[in-house]
């Protein structure tokens, strides 16, 4: 991690000459980051790693000699330093980017097989901001592979059996942005199959979030899948916000359902948390748990805190397990938290809230 004040360190990680410096001209751009190096493929990053080891490592995944992914999971079990990955592998969200942030990835970050330069350069404000949030990641394990096999394999039957058994009294909504995909799989995995509905935003590009429920589905005993719009908010099921589109939850007599739609940026986001938090209180009121996690910036602490002044019991999570403590410090500073919990206890903290 870089020092307070000082730019962040940057080591490139692509085998394209033409990546390597739209990425090190633009990043460059911004006085609070510093391209300390460029690599055209592992071998030679692992050279430079142990001459300098930076702040954070922007990677690609498909090079010569070694993929990323192998680098990944080498770099975070031997000499752990946070990993950007920049690869046109993860442009439809398939397993790739779900196995890279298992492996430790912080955050993902997908380009074009084509238009290149014009995509790097366009996005430069979301990258310069996911690698200056990617500097002051708090580094998790990687996620056993046997475990996840485990996991898998004994309750999506039940789960899709039961989800459709009533409406819940309680929504439980969460948002969360850099480390919550991580963060999310714990808490998730911590509900019962007959918890109440869930309802979440996670800052995540289009077409990822498909996979990254159909992934949590696997792991978890609630349900778990990416919202369409209309869909009912029912017990034992996790709506995950569909990339690039912001998601309300909404009433309907005693029937809560999720409507799906375009709009802008709201917080410099799409999803956005302040929508979703935002629709919550005008529609849910005292009949929700609202929840903020890990990340960066701070949408989500307005919305948090008109879901309190509505009524509704919120929680934020805290500093020492947070990636990045923005968001959450954001909402706490507010007043918008009733309570500050750590990660492993908000799950146990929500079913208390709603049983009583």
């Known amino acids: 991690m870089s020092n307070a004040g000082q730019p962040v360190r940057v080591l490139i990680v692509d ?51 070694m993929d990323g992914l192998t680098f990944l999971q080498k770099l975070m079990t031997q000499h752990p330093v946070p990993v950007v990955i920049c690869s046109s592998l993860v442009s439809d969200g398939c397993e790739t980017s779900m196995r890279a942030l298992e492996l430790g990835a912080v955050d993902i970050v997908s380009k074009p097989q084509l238009g290149t330069r014009q995509f790097l ?60 995909t991580e963060a999310l799989r714990v808490f998730l995995s911590d509900l019962p199959i007959d918890c109440p509905a ?14 990254f429920a159909r992934r949590l589905n696997e792991l978890c005993q609630v349900s778990v899948k990416e919202a369409e719009n209309g869909d009912s908010l029912l017990r034992g ?34 999803p956005s948390v302040d929508v979703l938090f935002r629709s919550s209180a005008r529609y849910l009121g005292k009949n929700a748990v609202g929840v903020i996690m890990t990340g960066m910036g701070d949408d989500g602490a307005k919305g ?33 938290a009733d309570l500050v919990l750590p990660l ?11 049983q009583n």
């Open 15 to 65: 085998d394209s000459a033409v990546v390597r410096q739209v990425l090190k001209d633009l990043l460059s751009e911004d006085p609070g980051i510093s391209v300390m190096g460029v690599a055209a493929n592992p071998f030679i990053a692992a050279e430079k790693i142990a001459e300098e080891v930076p702040d954070v490592i922007i990677l690609d995944i498909e090079m010569p000699r």
């Open 121 to 180: 350069e366009e996005s430069r404000v979301r990258i310069c901001d996911v690698v200056k949030a990617a500097a002051g990641a708090k580094l998790h394990k990687p996620i056993d592979p046997e475990r996840l096999k485990k996991n898998s394999a004994d309750v999506i039957l039940k789960r899709a059996n039961l989800a459709t058994v009533k409406t819940t009294e309680k929504v439980v909504v969460v948002g969360a942005s850099t480390g919550g």
């Open 198 to 211: 869930v309802v979440i935003v996670q800052h995540m590009p289009e077409k990822f979030t498909a996979s």
């Open 237 to 270: 099921q996790a709506l995950i916000a569909p990339g690039n589109k912001h998601l309300l939850v909404k009433s309907s007599g005693a029937r809560f359902f999720v409507e799906v739609r375009d709009g802008p940026l709201v917080s410099r986001h799409r």
């Open 304 to 336: 948090l805190l008109e879901m309190k002044e509505a009524g509704a019991a919120t929680i934020a999570q805290d500093e020492k397990t947070s990636v990045v403590f923005g968001m959450p410090c954001e909402a706490i500073k507010l007043g918008a």
């Open 344 to 354: 492993d206890r908000i799950a146990r903290e929500v079913l208390h809230i709603c």
